[in-house]
């Protein structure tokens, strides 16, 4: 990246934190921080597990736990233990909480027609695309994929998710008995899997096995729903070929089910050719490799 990128990214930084009133500590004239009526809003009518909140804003847990504590002293919200593991705590808004949120919630929206009434109609639907564009690039800047042992909690959701749709998108049904990939297929030094995580949450897989020959083979992959659009599926597939060079690796191969449109139309795009059977996967409709041998 240039600096001119750079540059171009704090002064954009700068223009939206002025314009959105993130310097100012009387928040959207609240009496809070940004920060505390972020949380607030966080919460919800629903309430929340302060887990999953510190997940989802990725927050120190000592700077949240302060921001909880304000808010409990000015009586918006109460946290308690769950009953059956206390050490879980869920956060809940009070009856004020909730009429709080309300008001922010007005006044967010204010704010927001505040920045649309000066411009013009075309102009307010370039900015709001321009917006759109923005928040769909910086959600997959904040993706973080890493190596995970395929019996954590965070790979079964994964891959028994993978299963399930494949169930609903197969005309005749998904057994992963019927093509089964172990766990120790999946752990070095006979594979890896990778999973992709939001916000803490997890939200795409894709496994390594390596073979002889300098062959390594992709399986499970997969991607949330609500990750879908951002570029994940690519951006998994180029970390697998990429850790299949760093493993000696020449060639990278695949299969796949003819229901699966947009995975032919990535391996397609990423420059993988089709190419005859090479397994007896009873799923498969299509064979692709691709050589990731680097060159001399």
Same mark, same amino acid.
């Given at each position: 990246?240039?600096?001119?990128?750079?540059?171009?990214?704090?002064?954009?930084?700068?223009?939206?934190?002025?314009?959105?009133?993130?310097?100012?500590?009387?928040?959207?004239?609240?009496?809070?921080?940004?920060?505390?009526?972020?949380?607030?809003?966080?919460?919800?009518?629903?309430?929340?597990?302060?887990?999953?909140?510190?997940?989802?804003?990725?927050?120190?847990?000592?700077?949240?736990?302060?921001?909880?504590?304000?808010?409990?002293?000015?009586?918006?919200?109460?946290?308690?233990?769950?009953?059956?593991?206390?050490?879980?705590?869920?956060?809940?808004?009070?009856?004020?909480?909730?009429?709080?949120?309300?008001?922010?919630?007005?006044?967010?929206?204010?704010?927001?027609?505040?920045?649309?009434?000066?411009?013009?109609?075309?102009?307010?639907?370039?900015?709001?695309?321009?917006?759109?564009?923005?928040?769909?690039?910086?959600?997959?800047? %904040?993706?973080?994929?890493?190596?995970?042992?395929?019996?954590?909690?965070?790979?079964?959701?994964?891959?028994?998710?993978?299963?399930?749709?494949?169930?609903?998108?197969?005309?005749? /049904?998904?057994?992963?008995?019927?093509?089964?990939?172990?766990?120790?297929?999946?752990?070095?030094?006979?594979?890896?899997?990778?999973?992709?995580?939001?916000?803490?949450?997890?939200? /795409?897989?894709?496994?390594?096995?390596?073979?002889?020959?300098?062959?390594?083979?992709?399986?499970?992959?997969?991607?949330?729903?609500?990750?879908? /659009?951002?570029?994940?599926?690519?951006?998994?597939?180029?970390?697998?070929?990429?850790?299949?060079?760093?493993?000696?690796?020449?060639?990278?191969?695949?299969? %796949?089910?003819?229901?699966?449109?947009?995975?032919?139309?990535?391996?397609?795009?990423?420059?993988?050719?089709?190419?005859?059977?090479?397994?007896?996967?009873?799923?498969?409709?299509?064979?692709?490799?691709?050589?990731?041998?680097?060159?001399?």
């Amino acid at each position: 990246m240039s600096s001119d990128m750079i540059a171009q990214v704090r002064r954009f930084n700068r223009t939206v934190t002025q314009r959105a009133g993130v310097l100012y500590e009387n928040y959207l004239a609240s009496g809070r921080s940004l920060g505390q009526d972020r949380v607030l809003w966080e919460i919800g009518a629903n309430g929340c597990d302060v887990r999953d909140l510190r997940s989802r804003l990725d927050l120190d847990s000592g700077y949240l736990s302060r921001l909880l504590r304000a808010l409990q002293r000015d009586g918006l919200i109460t946290v308690e233990p769950q009953a059956d593991d206390r050490r879980v705590r869920t956060v809940w808004l009070t009856q004020a909480g909730r009429s709080e949120l309300q008001t922010l919630n007005a006044r967010s929206d204010d704010a927001a027609a505040a920045i649309l009434t000066p411009l013009t109609a075309t102009q307010q639907t370039r900015l709001v695309e321009a917006m759109a564009e923005v928040e769909r690039l910086l959600t997959a800047s %904040t993706v973080r994929i890493a190596e995970c042992d395929p019996r954590r909690p965070e790979a079964r959701f994964c891959l028994d998710t993978y299963y399930a749709e494949l169930a609903q998108r197969f005309p005749a /049904g998904y057994d992963p008995a019927v093509s089964p990939v172990a766990d120790e297929e999946m752990t070095p030094p006979a594979g890896l899997l990778l999973v992709a995580s939001l916000h803490g949450q997890p939200v /795409g897989c894709g496994a390594l096995i390596w073979y002889p020959d300098a062959v390594a083979l992709v399986k499970r992959m997969w991607v949330a729903p609500s990750a879908r /659009g951002i570029g994940l599926g690519r951006r998994m597939l180029s970390e697998l070929e990429s850790r299949a060079r760093d493993h000696g690796d020449r060639l990278v191969r695949l299969d %796949t089910n003819a229901a699966l449109t947009e995975a032919l139309n990535l391996y397609r795009t990423c420059g993988y050719r089709e190419v005859a059977p090479f397994s007896d996967e009873p799923y498969a409709n299509h064979w692709f490799e691709k050589s990731v041998a680097e060159s001399v």
